[in-house]
């Protein structure tokens, strides 16, 4: 069960006959000395933490240590909730959890770094959302997140989900990957299917650059969040209709890690290119440590 590479983690799910979640689950047990059972119950105390962050979220009652974020995740339910919006209520309501989870990061709340804070809004809005449009359990819900576990553990061996170190696209790009992959699991889809849809979701964020206002994970990181899973939804939907991806999953892994080794030093995570050299965010990025300043 140490594979590597997504080729040889579909050879073991064809070879033993089960899913991307089983294959990841007997990984865990084979290279720990932790039962079944342990390993499942510490899975299910992370999607317990992001269920509450979604809620903590949700209230509009927080805001951000630079001051950037609070009460976007509320407006964006409110909005949905009086019959508005374009995108359909799942969608809707994953962007809305995504950019909440940001709003409880950037307050200092906890949350689950998946597979970093910088994205850690995209799975629980995307799972949330999923499981209250298709009411799966939270047993369901925290198996399909071992699937959305291998793959972010593929994508590190083979590539990166660090911004410092492939931009926006391994961070946001990473989470929504391992979101799709886990949709398709949960609504049927073979491991194939997997990872096609997790390839497809790296393809739309090829060369995204990571240049957070500040440095902070603020802005523009809430609503990249909000892309991310609207991406994650709309490419597991893709795969389902039987509409295949044309890159393999291993390749656009290595394809998404040579590109953010491309990125210049400025756009990735240095705060010094980007959105965050624009005039008004370097006026924001004045008033945010001129405040720091005076306390």
């Not at 630079?66 to 994953?94: Q, V």
């Not at 307050?107 to 998946?114: E, F, H, K, Y």
């Not at 047993?139 to 926006?168: K, P, S």
């Amino acid at each position: 069960m140490k594979f590597k590479t997504g080729q040889a983690l579909l050879e073991q799910c064809k070879k033993e006959n089960i899913s991307i979640s089983e294959a990841m689950i007997q990984r865990e047990v084979s290279i720990s000395d932790s039962t079944r059972e342990e390993i499942i119950a510490r899975m299910s105390r992370a999607y317990g933490i992001m269920k509450d962050a979604v809620k903590e979220g949700a209230s509009g009652k927080l805001h951000s240590i630079g001051g950037l974020l609070g009460g976007e995740a509320r407006k964006m339910l409110d909005w949905t909730e009086n019959g508005h919006g374009t995108c359909g209520s799942t969608i809707s309501r994953a962007s809305a959890y995504a950019m909440g989870v940001l709003e409880v990061n950037a307050s200092m709340g906890l949350i689950v770094a998946a597979p970093t804070a910088g994205s850690s809004g995209v799975i629980p809005g995307v799972f949330l959302a999923l499981q209250e449009a298709h009411g799966f359990s939270d047993e369901q819900m925290t198996q399909a997140l071992f699937n959305a576990g291998a793959v972010g553990y593929l994508i590190m061996q083979n590539g990166t989900v660090a911004g410092a170190e492939g931009g926006c696209q391994a961070e946001i790009g990473s989470a929504a990957a391992m979101a799709s992959s886990a949709v398709v699991e949960l609504l049927g889809g073979t491991p194939e299917q997997c990872l096609d849809a997790a390839s497809d979701v790296m393809s739309g964020m090829l060369g995204l650059v990571c240049d957070p206002i500040a440095g902070l994970v603020e802005v523009p990181c809430q609503k990249r969040n909000a892309i991310g899973a609207a991406n994650a939804l709309v490419c597991a939907q893709m795969i389902l209709a039987g509409i295949p991806a044309r890159i393999p999953f291993d390749e656009m892994v290595t394809a998404m890690y040579r590109v953010g080794r491309s990125i210049p030093y400025e756009l990735r995570e240095t705060a010094l290119g980007g959105v965050a050299a624009t005039p008004t965010a370097c006026a924001l990025c004045d008033q945010i440590f001129c405040k720091k300043d005076k306390e």
